[in-house]
């Protein structure tokens, strides 16, 4: 009797010792890398048997049996994961219980529109799309924004994200990052600007936004528009009489256009336009709160990116004829 226990102990002995070598011992990769994905609600059975079948694992036991060995089998973290190289079903279960997800990120660039911000949301890799069907001022209230109009208001940046996030969330974050920047420039901003609120001075931020060829001119152009407030003077910006036009403009701005009255002509009304045209990054919204100290109140491309500015209509029609008509 005596030898048959010391018989049972030995093979659990040798059973334990196989299964601790098997479980340590890591599995060569199928590729590499070697990308996964763990949906919410995923149980250990289910993703130990979706990783032996992909030849990750020797057997799906091995995870099974580590995870409920050391009580971490209702700890698996859903999440986009990537293996570079061979792994055990030791070093599965530790990655997979801390939460080792792969990140994916989603780029937001300055000058984009709100409708190519959404777009961008939709064709986004593992964003759970929960934006679909919401018209604008639905969208603002599940964000919590409390503008009525949604154009403008998202900062420009890289937003990294784990999968299964949704686009609303995402969309949350970029709202609530620009009311911290906007808010911090705006305590910042030079006195007496003739800008009633941080919105106007993100409205302005926008045209500048659309407005610069070239970033060393950013402060300049902001000096026009903001003369040109100070002096009751329109703005007469292209760019916000094509945000108007919408689908209308077919890439030629035309004379016709420019006298079509619409809510963002600013050719044919004074101030600012009702909202933003674009989304305006850090740097232009500096600029429309810290322009240049010019007496500019015109500019035109000079084809290069750049920008001749000038004081008087006299220059202007000169710096018109030089760069633009080809004159000499």
Not at 3 to 29: D, K, M, N, T, Y
Not at 125 to 137: I, K, N, S, V
Not at 140 to 166: C, H, K, M, N, Q
Not at 242 to 255: A, H, S, W
């Amino acid at each position: 009797m005596r030898r048959l226990l010391q018989i049972a102990v030995l093979l659990v002995f040798v059973a334990a010792g196989g299964f601790w070598w098997l479980a340590s011992s890591p599995q060569p990769l199928p590729q590499t890398p070697f990308a996964f994905s763990v949906r919410p609600g995923s149980s250990f059975r289910q993703v130990a048997r979706e990783l032996a079948e992909a030849g990750v694992l020797r057997h799906e036991h091995l995870l099974i049996a580590a995870a409920r060995l050391f009580q971490r089998d209702t700890r698996i973290k859903a999440g986009n994961y990537a293996l570079d190289v061979p792994v055990s079903a030791l070093d599965l279960l530790d990655r997979l219980t801390r939460g080792e997800v792969t990140q994916s990120a989603l780029t937001v660039t300055e000058g984009s529109t709100f409708a190519q911000l959404r777009a961008s949301l939709s064709s986004a890799p593992g964003l759970r799309p929960m934006l679909a069907g919401l018209d604008e001022a639905q969208v603002l209230e599940r964000i919590g924004a409390t503008e009525t109009r949604a154009e403008g208001l998202f900062f420009p940046d890289t937003y990294f994200y784990v999968a299964e996030s949704t686009d609303l969330a995402l969309l949350k974050r970029a709202y609530q990052l620009m009311q911290e920047r906007l808010a911090a420039e705006w305590g910042l901003r030079d006195p007496d600007l003739p800008l009633a609120s941080p919105y106007e001075a993100l409205i302005l931020a926008s045209i500048v936004e659309k407005e610069t060829g070239r970033a060393t001119d950013r402060r300049l152009i902001a000096s026009v528009f903001i003369n040109r407030l100070r002096l009751g003077m329109r703005l007469q910006t292209d760019p916000t009489v094509i945000y108007g036009l919408g689908e209308q403009f077919d890439g030629d701005l035309r004379k016709r256009d420019l006298l079509a009255d619409t809510a963002y002509n600013t050719y044919t009304r004074p101030g600012l336009p009702p909202t933003p045209i674009a989304l305006p990054g850090l740097a232009a919204i500096q600029a429309a709160l810290h322009p240049a100290n010019t007496a500019y109140l015109y500019f035109v491309a000079r084809g290069d990116g750049s920008s001749q500015f000038s004081s008087n209509l006299a220059e202007h029609n000169r710096a018109v004829a030089k760069y633009q008509r080809g004159a000499r």
